[in-house]
């Protein structure tokens, strides 16, 4: 079964843009700062690269409202951008 677009973006900005990650522990229940060794800034910087390489975002709303701990949690909240408003 192939992976979902989201994990496999996910993986791909981690691997080219964050090397301090623990891409060696990828997974979907992998927690995003125990596991793979993310911090807050290098959280921002993985949206950042989601939104501007992949686009793909989390809305502010959602973002806010949610806790986000592991990587199924962000893949979750991930919604492919209006290319439109874009």
Not at 31 to 53: C, K, Y
Not at 63 to 85: F, R
């Amino acid at each position: 079964m192939p992976e979902p677009k989201e994990l496999t973006a996910i993986v791909a900005v981690l691997r080219h843009h964050l090397p301090a990650a623990r891409v060696d522990a990828f997974a979907p229940e992998a927690r995003l700062n125990e596991d793979l060794a993310l911090d807050s800034i290098m959280l921002l910087e993985l949206l950042v690269h989601l939104e501007l390489e992949h686009r793909l975002c989390i809305p502010e709303e959602a973002l806010l409202a949610s806790e986000l701990a592991t990587v199924a949690d962000l893949q979750q909240l991930l919604q492919p951008m209006d290319t439109e408003t874009a």
